[in-house]
């Protein structure tokens, strides 16, 4: 009977030989065993397994366990899980970790594997919240809690979060080189996908939204150096007045609470920065408006029909004549008929969870509507 260390040894060799991508970034990471393990784990630096449980394991099990607990570590799920509830977060990055690995032949996973169709192409953040919204009996059966805690169970220390980014960047980006330089074709779209939230990670919506509401007229990139303590990179207005139109999706797909947050944001830009000409549209298959953005009464939403986008930016057009410089920001979950033409004028989406994966959407940046974590 094969010892379990060259099984082990075994698996890594068909998944280089296999699986070119997954393969490379598998140099990044350390295996062993570990008695104390009830199954495998990760801590984002090594994987180990339990000997028993590896040892009943067939290869192709194997293969996607070790696939698992590398994609656990690569896609940075320890140090990004931050103050989140462990369990919850576990079951939200398996549902995507085993997204990723049903698309791939030759890996299959043991039995009762936490998998969930509808949430595995998000994002985990967005999986987690998605999960806390809409709880049901969910379970990891198969292995059980895989994401180790940080020292003495607390969250991973600032330096060690940041030195962990930095190797799994490193090793996305190399890994991704290797595949390519040996002839192994192009990266899927869905890594590809993760690799750019691992390289390139998006602000958050709060940065993003202040980010099209506080822009110059002139260059719209600088930032005022009055919010680098709180994170916040802005440039104070100068000149003429920018003119935000706001629209809120109200075809059903945004929580009270959701707008109530949103809205929180927004007022909050509009005390610092008075000079911002800001309107509020609601906007199901019609649009409702203009209101007054400050308006603290503005709790119930008009519409309710289903959703279309193109009578906003239709608006929007007819405007675009008489006002200089203008951002859109509409808050919604993307289902919804676009306009034909993109407008002339910036456009940030602001997305709730679950709402339209972001590369779908046909112009503008878009934002998800994820509550952050204490890191």
């Not at 040894?9 to 350390?30: D, E, M, Y």
């Not at 070790?66 to 940075?76: G, I, Q, S």
């Not at 970790?97 to 998998?115: D, F, K, M, S, Y």
């Not at 991704?176 to 390289?199: D, N, S, W, Y």
């Amino acid at each position: 009977m094969m010892d379990i260390e060259d099984k082990l040894s075994a698996c890594i060799l068909r998944v280089r030989t296999r699986l070119p991508f997954f393969g490379a970034l598998a140099l990044f990471l350390r295996h062993g065993l570990d008695d104390r393990v009830p199954t495998a784990c990760t801590d984002g630096k090594e994987v180990l397994f339990n000997p028993g449980f590896a040892s009943v394991l067939t290869s192709a099990e194997l293969d996607a366990v070790m696939v698992h607990e590398l994609l656990h570590a690569a896609l940075l799920h320890v140090p990004r899980r931050g103050d989140r509830d462990p369990l919850t977060w576990n079951i939200a990055a398996d549902i995507v970790v085993n997204g990723i690995i049903r698309q791939e032949n030759g890996l299959t996973l043991p039995a009762n594997p936490c998998i969930d169709p509808r949430l595995e192409h998000y994002e985990v953040e967005e999986v987690y919240q998605l999960l806390l919204a809409a709880p049901r009996n969910r379970s990891i059966t198969w292995i059980g809690q895989d994401l180790a805690p940080g020292e003495n169970g607390l969250t991973l220390p600032e330096d060690g979060r940041r030195a962990m980014e930095a190797h799994w960047k490193k090793a996305w980006q190399e890994a991704a080189f290797i595949v390519q330089a040996h002839g192994h074709g192009t990266l899927p779209a869905e890594m590809r996908r993760h690799l750019e939230a691992i390289t390139d990670p998006l602000l958050d919506w709060r940065s993003l939204l202040w980010r099209h509401l506080v822009r110059t007229p002139v260059d719209f990139t600088g930032f005022d150096r009055r919010f680098i303590g709180s994170g916040l990179y802005l440039e104070a207005l100068a000149g003429e007045t920018v003119a935000a139109r706001i629209a809120v999706d109200t075809s059903g797909s945004v929580h009270p609470a959701e707008l109530a947050q949103f809205l929180a944001e927004v007022r909050e830009i509009l005390r610092l920065y008075p000079q911002i000409d800001a309107q509020l549209f609601y906007a199901d298959a019609a649009l409702h408006g203009p209101f007054d953005a400050c308006d603290e009464s503005l709790s119930s939403p008009m519409g309710g029909g289903g959703t279309s986008f193109v009578p906003f930016f239709d608006r929007m057009q007819e405007e675009a004549d008489s006002s200089g410089t203008m951002v859109l920001i509409y808050l919604t979950d993307g289902y919804g008929t676009f306009p034909r033409q993109p407008p002339e004028h910036p456009v940030l989406w602001v997305v709730t969870p679950g709402g339209l994966p972001s590369h779908q959407f046909p112009f503008g940046s878009v934002a998800r509507l994820i509550a952050p974590a204490s890191s």
